[in-house]
């Protein structure tokens, strides 16, 4: 049963109830970009998010259950949400739990000028959607890097709460527009400001092939039950660069510190 039918917050906390009582926190960081959240299975990154309600938990968590911490996924301030993320993603995103389910982890490739062609989510279903033709709609929920290539072989409608292009439509769009889509991508930033379930379920009404993007998207099978059809994550494979970078704000380092993994349902 898709989880988001039932209750919008069932999809959370299925999430929570999967981490064990015993994973502890070790360490965490909320950074003015990317946020972390360490503990004994290993990190866990998400994107920063603001404009929530007003925070009230600044408690030191270190050595305190990660499960707990994951429970401020579904706290209405943003900058704890972004923690509860994190700490999900410091149980889920990890090697010994996506592989075993068929994951395909990113090998980056360094090409003759020096510069890493790293694996991208958006051109893994490319050819999905150019089978469907350059009348199939495609909407992405947030503003990434490059999206505007999408025009070339789709119809293509950005999302976004903070328009800032001309590509861009205000998101309470996605009620009218999500509906008639062939092909969603939504950033996992949808989970920490809680708009994924209802999003997923307007997807999965349409029959959208539904991908899932971004370091903060959580690499838990519970998804794949919720309308998403592909998760294209991050798993940490640098905790120590990570770290750096989400306390110095080094974009760069954070990039190089992460591997892609994607899981199809």
């Known amino acids: 049963m898709n989880l988001t039918a039932s209750s919008p917050w069932a999809l959370y906390d299925r999430l929570i109830a999967d981490v064990p009582e015993d994973v502890l926190v070790r360490d965490l960081c909320l950074g003015t970009h990317w946020s972390y959240v360490e503990a004994d299975c290993g990190m866990g990154v998400a994107f920063t998010t603001t404009r929530g309600a007003q925070r009230t938990d600044k408690s030191d968590w270190r ?17 704890e949400a972004t923690l509860g993320v994190a700490a999900l993603n410091a149980w889920y995103s990890r090697p010994e739990l996506v592989v075993p389910l068929g994951a395909q982890v990113e090998e980056p490739v360094e090409l ?25 709609s495609v909407v992405v929920i947030g503003h990434f890097p490059h999206v505007d290539r999408i025009q070339e072989y789709a119809q293509l409608t950005v999302l976004e709460r903070a328009c800032t292009g001309p590509l861009d439509t205000p998101d309470p769009a996605c009620e009218y527009v999500l509906p008639e889509a062939d092909f969603v991508f939504m950033t996992g930033v949808t989970l920490i400001n809680k708009t994924a379930p209802r999003l ?24 794949l039950e919720s309308g998403v059809d592909f998760l294209a994550g991050s ?4 905790p120590e660069k990570a770290a750096f970078a989400v306390k110095n704000g080094a974009g760069q380092f954070f990039g190089e510190a992460l591997q892609m993994v994607a899981l199809r349902r």
């Open 200 to 223: 997923l379920t307007l997807a999965s009404g349409a029959g959208a092939f539904t991908t899932m993007v971004g370091p903060s998207a959580v690499m838990a099978p519970v998804l």
């Open 112 to 136: 003759p000028d020096g510069s890493i062609r790293r694996t991208d989510a958006f051109e893994m279903v490319r050819p999905q959607v150019e089978a469907a033709g350059p009348q199939s």
């Open 63 to 79: 050595g305190r259950p990660l499960r707990e911490l994951a429970e401020l996924a579904k706290s209405w301030c943003f900058e």
């Open 235 to 238: 798993m940490v494979a640098d």
